[in-house]
């Protein structure tokens, strides 16, 4: 992973067989990130993506193991009372044009994936669980 920071937003560039979630939660613990909004570009050979269903409260994972181009990319980094959280949601295209998406669990770049986090510059954003769904909703 190579990054820059020009003391408001990070350009990042994952390398090739890099995991994108392990990899950035990596970059913010190690430099302190504070809450950002992330987008992203690239490509996968392998992505674990997730739709909430909302009835039973849970996460419904898939595997994608294939090249996938990565056509969008977007979350954000927020806090919790263990530490930094990454939320991210990502539409992939098959070889076919066909695409998948859904919440990002962890995905292995291929040839590269370039990020922008853009920071608040608020206080951290933080999440909590709201018991009526299930899921650490950002706190407003």
Known sequence: MKFRFDGYNYIVRLEKGEPLVASLMSLI?????????????????????GF???????????????????????GNITWT????????????????????????????????????LHQW???KLTRSIDPNIGLKLLDI
């Open 29 to 49: 613990k190690s430099n302190d990130i504070p809450s950002c909004w992330i987008s992203g570009i690239g490509g996968t050979q392998q992505a674990e993506i």
């Open 52 to 74: 909430y269903d909302l009835d039973d409260q849970k996460y419904i994972w898939r595997s994608v193991s294939e090249a996938l181009e990565i056509v969008s990319l977007q």
């Open 81 to 116: 009372e263990t530490g930094p959280s990454l939320h991210m949601h990502g539409v992939f295209s098959k070889r076919d044009g066909t695409t998948v998406g859904g919440h990002v669990k962890e995905a292995v770049v291929s040839g590269t994936c370039e990020l922008f």
């Open 121 to 123: 510059y608020g206080p």
